[in-house]
C-alpha cells in the first residue's frame, strides 16, 4: 500500500527531478576553438542542448524536441584541454512541456583543482509522438529545496516567456492594422 491518493484515470504518476538528472563531460580539443582560441560558444551551446534533450527524453518518456533556450550565459572562457560537466536536469513541466536547467562546469583535464561554472542555461522541450505531435509528460517532482526553487523560478520565466510571446504578437497585430508592412 502506498501513502499516495488514487490518481485520476489516464493522469500519468509524475517522476522526482533525479530521475531524469544526467550530467554530460567532454574533453575540449583544437577543433573546438575560435580565433582566439577559446572554445566557440557553438560548441556549448550544443552540449547544453545535448544533455538537455537526454534529460527531456528520460523525463518524458520518449522524444522531446528543443522548442526555446532562454538565458545562455557564458561567464568564463573555456580552453582547449579543459574537462567540461554539462549538468541538466528538468526543473519544471506543463502539460506537453519541460524547463530543463543546464549548468556548465569546466576544470583543467591535467590538474586537481575543482571545476568552475563556466555558463548556465535554460532550455525548454516539447515531448512529441511519432507523427511530432505533443504529447503529455509526466510532472516532475521537486525533491529538495533547491529543486523547489528552481521549480519556482522556471514558473517565473514561463510566465515571462508567455508575457512577451503575447505582446510581440499584439504588437505585429497592430502593426498589419496601421498598414505598416516589415
Known amino acids: 500500500m502506498t501513502d499516495q491518493a488514487p490518481r485520476p484515470e489516464g493522469e500519468i504518476p509524475g517522476k522526482p527531478t533525479a530521475a531524469s538528472r544526467t550530467t554530460l563531460s567532454h574533453i575540449m580539443t583544437g577543433n573546438d576553438t575560435n580565433l582566439l582560441g577559446t572554445v566557440h560558444g557553438g560548441v556549448i551551446m550544443k552540449l547544453v542542448d545535448d544533455a538537455a534533450g537526454a534529460?527531456?527524453?528520460?523525463?518524458?518518456?520518449?522524444?522531446?524536441?528543443?522548442?526555446?533556450?532562454?538565458?545562455?550565459?557564458?561567464?568564463?572562457?573555456?580552453?582547449?584541454?579543459?574537462?567540461?560537466h554539462v549538468r541538466a536536469q528538468v526543473n519544471w513541466t506543463g502539460r506537453s512541456s519541460m524547463e530543463v536547467g543546464v549548468r556548465v562546469m569546466a576544470e583543467r583535464w591535467n590538474e586537481s583543482t575543482p571545476a568552475q561554472q563556466v555558463g548556465s542555461a535554460y532550455l525548454v522541450f516539447a515531448a512529441?509522438?511519432?507523427?511530432?505531435?505533443?504529447?503529455?509528460?509526466?510532472?516532475?517532482?521537486?525533491?529538495?529545496?533547491r529543486d523547489k526553487r528552481r521549480y519556482q523560478e522556471a514558473q517565473i520565466r514561463r510566465t515571462h516567456r508567455l508575457a512577451r510571446r503575447?505582446?510581440?504578437?499584439?504588437?505585429?497585430?497592430?502593426?498589419v492594422a496601421d498598414g505598416i508592412e516589415d
Open 55 to 84: 534529460v527531456a527524453g528520460r523525463h518524458s518518456g520518449g522524444p522531446a524536441v528543443t522548442a526555446s533556450m532562454d538565458e545562455m550565459v557564458f561567464l568564463e572562457p573555456v580552453r582547449v584541454g579543459d574537462l567540461v
Open 128 to 145: 512529441v509522438d511519432a507523427d511530432g505531435k505533443p504529447r503529455t509528460v509526466p510532472p516532475v517532482i521537486p525533491e529538495t529545496e
Open 166 to 175: 503575447r505582446a510581440i504578437k499584439e504588437l505585429r497585430e497592430k502593426r
